[in-house]
């Protein structure tokens, strides 16, 4: 029993269940729903059978078609691809068992199988070790995106979608171009040989600058982050949930893992990291204030991942002296805004399914009318506050304290004032929801099953402060963090 | 150089000033029907010269047997898709050139 | 083959330029194709560089992904343009639209 | 000998001048019209370029998808677009998007011009001989079970990038129709001659598109060029005024859309299963499985950019409300 599961071809499922059951889903329109719900379940028990695997064997390479890089495409999973596989399992449960609330019978169908190639791509993009095979993820997830984003229609859906659209496929053919130089300049598209081969020279800056770019385009970064609050405030709430959680992250994993194998170690890089760490403070404390400044619930969301990516790039400039801690803080912190966020966009579509509209001012005694809506959005917003003890809080302390030991102090004003200011945001929110409307609204009822999924999303995501130890191991097996390390 | 060498030399000139005068057609002539006109030569007689220009330079005749059918498949889209034009430009009232 | 690889690069600015330029959609569209163009441009002039005669044909195939992927990315955003253009009347994306 | 390569030398560089021309042109024009048509003019010139790369593969996937289908979509899309806003009383002129940059107007050129600068010299810094793969490619050449090297590449070799393309490609489908229909349909009646015309080209774009399948194995071609003339047919059929109508939301006809996605990720399990690799086919059936995928593929790829020309969603939510 031991050996087939060791053996058995988890990546495989990882990526090929969910784009046959799209498929599934797509033939059978009156099956989509539970084969949907079927493949999200399968796919996540996948990631606990990869998990299993690489613990006890190591990291996973598979060399496609057994051509092997250069001339193949090789997958390729270690600690971190399986963080970002294990986050894009929790949402995925979560979102899913609530969008089978969510979507009416028209949009189910049109929901499930572009959801489920959403997820194929997002778990074939975290596995691959080919740049260009990123390039062709990238764009199935991107097109799908978008095509969720606009499922819903109407003016504000459609114009977000579009400029998600051209902001997508822009970052896209920037990549492009840089992977273009890459081949060009060392002959392949695989990272380890790309990490071998290459050298410090015109060609490694510029496709640098490019991927670099296109990925910062397509991660939302401070100032390129424009296209981010209108789609993802106005795509249905299961959607900004996904686009916020995941879709984002997706794009900066490539950044990291390409900086952490090729360009880290090249570039000379105390002024990229310093540039990267600016933009992340500037993204944190802009974000921040104009959450704080939004009316409408959703977009305040939506502001909120534009800070909290921010975090994510405070890593780089801590990292030329401690890679290893640094990263797994970054990374700490995505997994549990992957959660919390996930858990937060859910509980506003509660909010908004149960009073018609999502008016921060106008919540009108949420918290007795809908419990555990309010329960979700508190708890997640605890994890994205870093109160103890939450997920977001080990990940911000691990960065504090990363921080402290270098003496980065400029790093750690601006890590409490974003704190500070999400109190603020969240808080403002939870107060409005005790309050009396003026008025008393309608109300619609919401399904158990959305309740219950953004609570135990955003219960996740505060018991993810408890496994601190556990986590941080896992990541760094086959020690991705390991090459930027600069020894003394 | 064989014989059949000047030929295909002769016919591919000849082909090329077809396309020449074609193309100045299409841009000094009054109208939008008298420029499909012009345009057709070099598509018609021009194209079918140099077809048979590399025709002869061929080295088989399945390769020969599909550059004329390179040809015939454009005169046929060529006529047809001028007409298209032509009658769209009368529908949408476009007036005959007259001196 | 350095010139077309150099043309590539000019079509991809002339591409970005036009994208940030200009409000219309179906231009910005087309600008990210001719952008399209010039990357592909490059990726396949840089492929003569083996010394022989035969090209490196795996940019060959990216392209080939590369242009499919283009006309997917183009028909999804064309239909979202027409379902915007109906529901404000413009093609256009533009601050004021938003509540 | 002189001659012909100073005559190849001055054509390459008219040609590169004339796309970069015609680049400026059809962005900055002001009407929209010139722009597409410009655009269709700028693909085949493409196709040309790709003919003196040495690129034919690619000269047949550009003339087909890259000007030909890419324009018709354009073309429909703007006369769509001039009936929304004729209904809506709108016009549009040549505009600057006031949004991006408005402060920086004059920056942005200048930005760019640093960046062509930049990335030009960073082209001319490549090794002068560089064999990229090429010597990979030859030597597994034999193992692939086809004797063109593109096909090997995108069938066998980076197979995988194929069979997620073959899914971008359906999922773009799928947001199309998820936008939901884009005008209220009117039926044209063809004249004679379109008639006439699409009578006689229909059947030779098929078998055009069967020999491009066929050839593909040993000389370019293959499913991509073979699917786009196959879905010039159907285009062709749709200008015409035929309507598939019903038939879109049918069980058959949507197996035909997922065919070629959904037998390539099969065939990528089932050999995982077998013989523990993704995609590894054996040699000795390798031409065979490349010529199965390519013929499902060929159809699927047919199908859904024809449905993209379309871009009228199925009426299966009537079916199922």
């Known amino acids: 029993m031991e050996v087939v599961f060791k053996e058995f071809p988890w990546v495989a499922v990882l990526i090929l269940l969910p784009l046959l059951g799209g498929i599934v889903c797509f033939l059978f329109s009156g099956i989509a729903k539970f084969t949907g719900l079927m493949t999200v379940f399968f796919t996540a028990l996948s990631v606990l059978g990869l998990g299993w695997q690489i613990f006890d064997n190591g990291v996973y390479r598979h060399a496609v078609g057994g051509w092997g890089a250069p001339l193949g495409i090789d997958l390729y999973a270690d600690g971190l691809s399986l963080l970002m596989l294990a986050a894009t399992a929790f949402v995925a449960l979560g979102v899913s068992v609530y969008s089978a609330g969510y979507f009416e019978r028209g949009y189910s169908t049109r929901f499930w199988p572009i959801w489920l190639f959403l997820l194929g791509a997002l778990n074939a993009l975290f596995l691959t070790a080919d740049i260009f095979n990123l390039y062709v993820t990238l764009e199935l997830m991107g097109l799908a995106a978008v095509a969720l984003a606009g499922l819903a229609g109407g003016k504000n859906a459609l114009t977000g979608a579009m400029r998600y659209l051209l902001a997508t496929l822009l970052g896209s053919l920037v990549y492009l171009l840089g992977v273009a130089l890459l081949y060009h300049g060392f002959g392949t598209v695989d990272i380890t040989l790309l990490a071998q081969r290459a050298e410090a020279s015109p060609v490694i800056w510029a496709a640098f600058g490019l991927i670099a770019a296109g990925l910062m385009l397509k991660t939302a970064l401070f100032p390129l982050h424009f296209w981010l609050p209108p789609a993802h405030g106005s795509a249905p709430p299961p959607v900004s949930a996904l686009l916020s959680a995941l879709v984002v992250k997706a794009s900066f994993y490539i950044l990291l893992r390409l900086w952490l194998e090729i360009f880290g170690p090249l570039v000379s890089n105390t002024d990229v990291s310093t540039l990267f760490g600016l933009l992340g403070a500037a993204a944190i404390l802009w974000g921040s204030v104009q959450a704080l400044r939004q009316t409408r619930l959703k977009l305040m969301i939506a502001y909120s991942t534009v800070a909290q990516i921010g975090y994510l790039f405070l890593a780089f400039p801590l990292a030329t002296a401690a890679g290893v801690a640094a990263w797994s803080a970054a990374m700490y912190l995505a997994f549990s805004h992957a959660l919390a966020k996930a858990a937060m966009f859910l509980a506003a579509g509660n909010m908004l399914r149960f009073g018609g509209h999502d008016r921060i001012s106008d919540l009108d005694r949420v918290v007795q009318r809908l419990p555990l809506a309010a329960a979700a959005f508190a708890l997640a917003g605890m994890s994205i506050m870093g109160l103890p003890p939450s997920g977001g809080f080990i990940g911000k302390w691990l960065m504090l304290e990363v921080a402290i030991k270098q003496g980065r102090w400029e790093i750690v004003i601006v890590m409490i004032l974003g704190g500070l200011l999400a109190a603020a945001y969240i808080f403002k929110v939870l107060g409005h929801t005790f309050t009396q409307a003026p008025s008393p609204h309608e109300s619609k009822a919401v399904p158990a099953s959305m309740e219950w999924s953004a609570l135990l999303l955003a219960i996740a995501a505060v018991l993810l402060g408890f496994l601190a130890i556990p986590v941080l191991s896992l990541l760094n097996i086959g020690n991705p963090f390991g090459i930027s390390e600069v020894t003394p | 150089m064989t014989l059949i060498d000047y030929l295909s030399t002769i016919l591919l000139i000849a082909g090329a000033l077809f396309f020449l005068a074609g193309t100045l057609g299409l841009l000094r002539f009054p109208d939008i029907y008298t420029r499909l006109h012009a345009l057709t030569k070099a598509d018609n007689v021009g194209l079918g010269l140099i077809v048979i220009g590399l025709a002869l330079q061929s080295e088989s005749l399945a390769s020969a047997g599909k550059l004329i059918l390179i040809w015939l498949l454009v005169m046929f889209a060529g006529a047809s898709v001028s007409n298209l034009i032509a009658s769209g430009a009368l529908q949408r009232g476009i007036r005959l050139w007259k001196r | ?99 | 000998m002189e001659t012909l390569t100073l005559l190849a030398l001055s054509f390459d560089a008219l040609l590169n001048l004339s796309l970069l021309y015609l680049a400026w042109i059809l962005l900055n024009c002001e009407d929209l019209l010139k722009a597409i048509v410009l655009f269709v003019a700028f693909g085949l010139l493409m196709a040309l370029a790709w003919v003196r790369l040495d690129a034919p593969d690619v000269a047949l996937a550009e003339a087909a998808i890259g000007a030909g289908l890419t324009g018709a979509l354009l073309l429909t899309a703007l006369a769509k677009l001039r009936v929304i806003e004729t209904n809506k009383g709108t016009t549009q002129q040549l505009k600057q998007d006031s949004e991006n940059f408005q402060t920086l107007h004059y920056m942005t050129p200048l930005a760019l011009l640093l960046v062509a600068i930049g990335l030009g010299y960073v082209v001319f810094s490549m090794p002068p001989i560089s064999a990229g793969l090429s010597n990979d490619v030859a030597t597994n050449m034999g193992n692939s079970g086809v004797s063109h090297s593109v096909t090997a590449v995108l069938l066998n070799f980076r197979g995988y990038d194929t069979l997620l393309e073959m899914f971008v490609l359906l999922v773009s489908l799928l947001g199309v129709w998820s936008f939901g229909s884009t005008t209220s349909q009117h039926e044209t009646t063809p004249g004679p001659v379109l008639d006439t015309l699409t009578r006689r080209l229909v059947p030779v774009l098929i078998l055009v598109a069967a020999y491009l399948l066929w050839v593909g194995a040993h000389a370019p071609g293959g499913a991509f060029q073979a699917g786009s003339v196959l879905a010039a047919a159907g285009v062709l059929l749709l200008l015409m005024g035929w309507r598939p109508g019903g038939y879109l939301s049918t069980l058959p006809f949507r197996l035909i859309l997922v065919a070629g996605p959904g037998l390539f990720a099969i065939t990528a399990a089932l050999l995982y299963l077998l013989k523990g690799q993704l995609l590894a086919f054996p040699v000795e059936y390798a031409g065979i499985i490349i010529f199965a995928l390519e013929t499902t593929a060929t159809l699927s790829i047919a199908v859904i950019l024809a449905a993209l020309f379309l871009s009228e969603p199925p009426h299966s939510d009537k079916e199922h409300i």
């Open chain 3, 1 to 99: 083959m350095y010139f077309y690889a150099l043309i590539g690069v000019g079509l991809f600015s002339v591409g970005l330029y036009a994208l940030i330029n200009y409000a219309h959609l179906l231009r910005k569209i087309l600008a990210l194709n001719v952008m399209g163009s010039g990357i592909f441009l490059i990726l396949i002039a840089l492929a003569k560089r083996t010394g022989e005669t035969q090209p490196d044909v795996v940019p060959h195939a990216m392209v080939i992904t590369g242009i499919v992927v283009a006309v997917s990315a183009t028909a999804l955003a064309l239909t979202l343009m027409l379902k915007l253009a109906a529901e404000t009347g413009r093609a256009e994306l533009s601050e004021k639209d938003r509540d």
